[in-house]
Nanobody
Framework: VQLQASGGGLVQAGGSLRLSCAASGRTFSSYVLGWFRQAPGKEREFVAVISWSGGTTYYLDSVKGRFTISRDNAKNTVYLQMNSLKQEDTAVYYC???????????????WGQGTQVTVSS
């Protein structure tokens, strides 16, 4: 599976962005998809994950109620809708694919290239 993330940019605090991650490969619908982020000087952290069917999702506590992960298996794409953005959300965001629902980056086999999200005050 090859992943291509897009949709990042510069936004003011309180604003919104929608990230997309397009995948190649006919087995996209069998993969669990996750979003991670990495801020400068920090480790890569889990943000959200969605099951292959889209019926199960989990989030980092600090983004609950503000971020929504979704997927469209017909388009081989996973999304991350980010609302009420805060400066602390500034990071490079990565999409990733795995066969198990997990918040551990060690469980993910495939990674996209990352897209920068910068939230200004």
């Amino acid at each position: 599976v090859q992943l291509q993330a897009s949709g990042g940019g510069l936004v003011q605090a309180g604003g919104s962005l929608r990230l997309s991650c397009a995948a190649s490969g006919r087995t996209f619908s069998s993969y669990v998809l996750g979003w991670f982020r990495q801020a400068p000087g920090k480790e890569r952290e889990f943000v959200a994950v969605i099951s292959w069917s889209g019926g199960t999702t989990y989030y980092l506590d600090s983004v609950k109620g503000r971020f929504t992960i979704s997927r469209d298996n017909a388009k081989n794409t996973v999304y991350l809708q980010m609302n009420s953005l805060k400066q602390e959300d500034t990071a490079v965001y990565y999409c990733a694919a795995t066969k198990v629902i997990s918040s551990s980056r060690l469980e993910y086999d495939y990674w996209g290239q990352g897209t920068q999200v910068t939230v200004s005050s």
